[in-house]
């Protein structure tokens, strides 16, 4: 005795392939959810390669200008404001002038001229030696 019943003379003999076998089997829903990880994992990554941007820019500049740019690409992470990458991102095309490195050297060139070890002329004792003499001890 057979447990199939036999198919209906109006019933087509090939399925089409979204549905399912009569063992439960769904191979679209596989193929679906496989197309959708792969497409949500590949957003993601675009997204934050995307958002990366300013500070792969900013790399190759200034310490200073590079930490600036990576608080800013934080914050619009975390706060979704779009004004701080886009402030980030204006940051990281512009070239900051090195403003203190001239005046480095004009400090250096006035230590050498002045006599001082370079990097003391900052330092009170360097300046005047003799303002504050060491207080001596008294034996008893």
Do not use: Y
């Not at 399912?20 to 390669?49: A, C, Q, Y």
């Amino acid at each position: 005795m057979s447990t199939l019943a036999p198919i209906h003379p109006a019933a087509p003999h090939h399925l089409p392939v979204f549905i399912p076998g009569p063992d439960g089997s769904d191979g679209l829903m596989w193929i679906t959810g496989g197309i959708l990880l792969v497409s949500v994992v590949s957003f993601g990554l675009l997204f934050l390669r995307l958002h990366t941007l300013p500070e792969r820019m900013a790399h190759r500049t200034h310490k200073l200008q590079f930490e600036i740019v990576a608080v800013l690409g934080l914050l619009a992470l975390f706060t979704h404001n779009h004004a701080f990458w886009v402030a980030g991102l204006l940051l990281a095309l512009i070239d900051i002038p090195d403003i203190l490195g001239p005046l480095r050297r004009i400090a250096g060139s006035s230590e050498r001229i002045a006599g001082l070890p370079p990097g003391s002329g900052d330092s009170p004792e360097a300046i005047r030696p003799h303002a504050n003499p060491p207080a001596k001890k008294r034996a008893h």
